[in-house]
């Protein structure tokens, strides 16, 4: 039978999708378990990005078995898809912010910030160092959280704006200032040194720097997560300055000059590791001793060893061991002196202990746990002393906080129970700052959220949430005003009042495509603030300004 040539071919059926409404559902799922997490600000970025390569992983699965396609097509296109994703990462690196969110990218295999910058040409000395009694010479200033006395801030920066007097550049890392008389002391990272840099309050010029050839970056075990760089803030005392590096050198300088009179290499001498986040602790003088949060190897391993060196006492003249004792992982906190149930006292926060130290010989007095012991769920919050009985506590990543007393019996043990706790009153979940009290009511950043609560109680006066968000910032107390120092380096002032949110004022200080997690310093009228790329110094306007008789 002739065949008619000009009759075109059928066309071939094309291959129908199946179960077209699954991706749906997966989307749909995924929706629900987003916002579910929303409110976990801890989790919900980096939780969000595993969710949605899940998600994409799901509906690629999904098109390579039910797709209309041709199977050579559907793989192409999803193996195309996945070889761009894959390429990219391998290129790019995210900058994540303090929940884990990417605040941003930067080319891989390239140098860091830090290491492009050059060494500081510092030869010089601080010859007019003197203390003074406005001074903020330590971590959180002269108190057990970041208060500043004897002064009022003017809260129109309309009428009276703070004046910026200079900006620098600076190394990686999250050491605060230190601040006595016209020199701000820090640590940073530049390149393959990690400096101890004394600067000049007024010019921002450099006096002196002291370099130690060691680097302390995450990368190896986390990522680009955390970041390059010393963690710890300066300690001054008369004409001495203690610090702790990120991998743990310890080192007493002359203030004036930078010489070091003596040092230790605490992972070392100690034979601990380093935290997956670098050594935090900033250094504690208590009388003729210096305090150092040394830390301990895995339980098991501290056992077999026999340790006893967790917190440790050196002589400040010396340098030498006064004594060590304790079996406890370090945190991410410092030590504090206590007097607490009538005796004075160490109290650190160790990865999943509080612990209480003699001052004489270090032995421990009490231990009470404390949320977990990974680094998943780090502690950095200091534990605050809140009268001669209570200790307040905590926490981010979902924890919160809780209120301690500790008492003794009639046979002199201590006991410590709590008042209320993190199951009942999950508040004030701190991640990375410390909170501010006045006047029975605690101020602090509840995950990205500025929180007031009563001490007594835990329950929450007020609670809020701001556009742009605080962030995982740092706040300070200063008369009436709380100044808070956000995550993308925003300054703003809130009343501190249990009554309700209120902000006054709020001005950009550091750049927001760098995240700001280093604390404020404020010798007055002077503001120093710093990131890991950038530092400068505010003159704020005040109401009173400090006489040489005020009490600091």
Known sequence: MPTDLTKEPAPRPTRATGHGWFPMLVIAAAAVWWLRRGSYAQYQ?????????????????????????????????????????????????????????????????????DQMLEQLDAAGEAADWQTTPHDYPRFLGNGYWAEVHGVELETDWQAHPPQELWRREIGAGWSAFAVVGNYAVTQEQRGEHELVSCYRVDTGEPAWTHADDTRFDPADVAGSLGDVGPRATPTIAGDRIFTQGGTGIV????????????????????????????????PLVVDDMVLISVGAPSPTEARAKNFNASLVAFDIESGDVRWSAGTRKASYASPVLANLAGERQIVVVNESWVTGHRTSDGGVLWEHPWAYQDDD??????????GDNRLLLSKGYGIGASLLTIQRDAAGTFIVEPLWNPPIKRVMKTKFC?????????????????????LETGKVRWKKRRTPEFGHGQIMLIGDVILVLSETGELALVAASPDEYRELASLPVLDDANVTWNNPAFAPPYLLVRNNRESACYRLPLKKTPR?????
């Not at 007493?252 to 003596?262: I, K, P, Y």
């Not at 040489?548 to 600091?552: E, K």
Request: hydrophobic content about 50%; overall charge neutral.
């Open 45 to 113: 970025t980096f939780s969000h990005f595993v969710v949605l390569l899940v998600t994409a992983l799901v509906i690629s699965l999904w098109y390579a078995v039910c797709g209309s396609a041709s199977r050579l097509m559907r793989l192409s296109i999803i193996s195309g898809l996945w070889l761009v994703f894959a390429a990219l990462l391998a290129v790019f690196r995210p900058i994540y912010n303090g929940d884990m969110g990417i605040f941003g990218w930067r080319l891989r295999f390239t140098q860091r910030a």
């Open 377 to 386: 769920t780090a502690s950095a919050s200091q534990p605050v002393p809140a």
């Open 434 to 454: 410390n909170v501010v009290v006045r006047d029975g009511f605690i101020y602090g950043l509840d995950d990205v959220l500025l929180e007031c609560i009563e």
């Open 251 to 282: 080192n007493c300088l002359d203030a004036r000059t930078g010489r070091v009179l003596w040092s230790h290499d605490t992972a070392e001498e100690f034979a601990v590791p380093v935290a997956v986040w670098g050594k935090s602790g900033s």
């Open 548 to 552: 040489p008789g005020d009490s600091q």
